[in-house]
């Protein structure tokens, strides 16, 4: 009992942001309706049925909220989320007091690295570009050379089928 007492009160600021953020989360997707648009959605029943089925949507909508915000922190505490954000807020904490860990976060370094890579890909593909453009130049010059040498066996052989046929 001291122990939980303890870490209830010990709550991290990781922790009740995630809590926060779930709560804002969920109550924006059960959000009930106004009275009059829900009467709206039920135009063939009586007053007085809507007026019981609007409270009892009330009814239900709040106990949805209550068991899924209970099941988040049965979750939570399961998963034992508030001792590992407890951890990582110490060691976020032990990082930013010691002068001697490097800035992992350096993003002009990881945007020169990108860069880099960037322009190196660019440059094989550039590089590749230009072999296989080669390649094709000279597939080129060999269909026009076979070509030239198809017309010339084919003109040799009608200039012998002359003069044999003279």
Known sequence: MEKQSSEIGHVGSRQSDLKRSYK??????????????FCKAFP????A??????????????????????EFEALCEEAKVGDILGTVEELVEEQ???PLYPDQTNFNSVVQVLSTLKKNETQNLTTMLEKL???????????ELLQKEIRDSSGASNAVEKGNAE
């Open 133 to 143: 453009e080669a390649q094709n130049k000279v597939l080129r010059s060999r269909v």
């Open 96 to 98: 930013t007091l010691d």
């Open 44 to 47: 063939r029943f009586t007053q």
């Open 24 to 37: 804002l989360g969920l109550h924006g997707l059960l959000t009930t309706c106004s009275k009059e648009e």
């Open 49 to 70: 049925e809507r007026e019981r089925l609007h409270r009892l949507y009330i009814q239900v909508i709040v106990s949805l909220h209550q068991n899924i915000e209970d």
